[in-house]
C-alpha cells in the first residue's frame, strides 16, 4: 500500500501522541475530525497501523535497572527457554539472534539481586 503525505502526517502526529483527538490531528493537517478517523480505522485495516501503546518509565513503577543479557545455549532447548521468557514479568524483549549468543534479552528490574535471581 502506497501511503500519500496526509496519511505519513497522521502517522507522525500518532507517534508523537497517540492520545491525541481526531479533531485536534485534524486541525494540525486541515481535515475534519471524522476524516481523520476514516483515514486511522483504514491504516489499522490495512495493517499499517498495528496499535497503539503506552511508554513506561520502569522507575515510575519500581524498576529502574534495565538489563541487556546476552544468552548462550549449550544444548538445543529453545521452546522450553521460549516458555520461560513468556513467563517473566520482567523480561520485556527477547531476539532470537545470530552469531555470539543464541538470544538477546532485556529486562526491567528492581535491583542487582532482582537481576541475579533472573
Not at 486541525?27 to 497501523?49: C, F, K, M, N, S
Not at 497503539?52 to 544468552?71: D, H, Q, W, Y
Not at 513467563?87 to 539481586?113: F, L, M, N
Request: charge should be neutral; glycine fraction near 8%.
Amino acid at each position: 500500500m502506497m501511503i500519500d503525505p496526509v496519511g505519513i502526517r497522521i502517522i507522525e502526529y500518532l507517534s508523537k501522541n497517540s492520545r491525541a483527538q481526531w479533531k485536534d490531528i485534524g486541525a494540525e493537517i486541515h481535515l475534519t475530525g471524522q476524516a481523520v478517523a476514516a483515514r486511522v480505522r483504514r491504516l489499522e485495516d490495512e495493517g499499517v497501523l498495528q496499535g497503539f501503546t503506552v511508554r513506561v518509565n520502569p522507575s515510575g513503577i519500581g524498576k529502574p535497572v534495565l538489563a541487556f543479557i546476552t544468552v548462550f545455549m549449550s544444548a538445543n532447548r529453545h521452546p522450553e527457554f521460549q516458555r520461560f521468557v513468556k513467563g517473566k514479568e520482567e523480561i520485556t524483549e527477547a531476539y532470537r539472534i545470530s552469531g555470539d549468543g543464541c538470544y538477546y534479552v532485556s529486562a526491567s528490574v528492581s535491583s542487582q539481586e532482582a537481576l541475579n535471581h533472573l
